[in-house]
């Protein structure tokens, strides 16, 4: 895609429920305690930013994630009209963020092309949170405490 600077997602990165917390506030769409990782990759599947260590819980949805994030008040003057990240449905489309189209079972051809363009592009960063989920093979029993040594000290 071009003018693109990055994929960005979400990842849930699976806890043990922290003994100060309420379990509801951790538990994500699959029913597992868990803190939400907000990623940033380029094109050669390198972490540009991430936000979310430690804490963020796994019941934010995305999007919110994004508004609490550094990044999404940076972005407008990152991008300056010439450049976007490239985002799911999750997000809410802006000048420098580009979504898919809505697909309510009328979109043109070139919507839908762009949809598919849009969708292979993004899949970087699904691949990305992949290598980074296979390299640390992230467990039940993780804490906060070890995801913030482990994105701290490598």
């Not at 292979?120 to 467990?139: A, H």
Request: glycine residues 8%.
């Amino acid at each position: 895609m071009p003018n693109a600077i990055g994929c960005i997602d979400g990842t849930s990165i699976p806890i043990r429920t922290p003994a100060h917390k309420i379990k509801s506030t951790y538990t994500n769409r699959h029913d597992m305690p868990s803190i939400t990782l907000q990623g940033v990759c380029d094109y050669k599947k390198k972490f540009i930013d991430v936000y979310g260590v430690p804490g963020v819980p796994g019941k934010i949805h995305d999007a919110r994630v994004f508004v609490l994030s550094d990044l999404s008040k940076d972005l407008p003057s990152i991008c300056d009209k010439k450049y976007n990240l490239l985002g799911d449905g999750a997000y809410p489309i802006r000048e420098w963020l580009l979504v898919p189209y809505k697909d309510y079972g009328k979109l043109t051809e070139p919507q839908k092309t762009f949809n598919k363009t849009l969708s292979s592009t993004r899949v970087l960063i699904e691949n990305t949170f992949g290598l980074l989920k296979s390299r640390y093979k992230f467990g039940h029993t993780f804490s906060e405490n070890n995801l913030m040594c482990s994105f701290s000290f490598t």
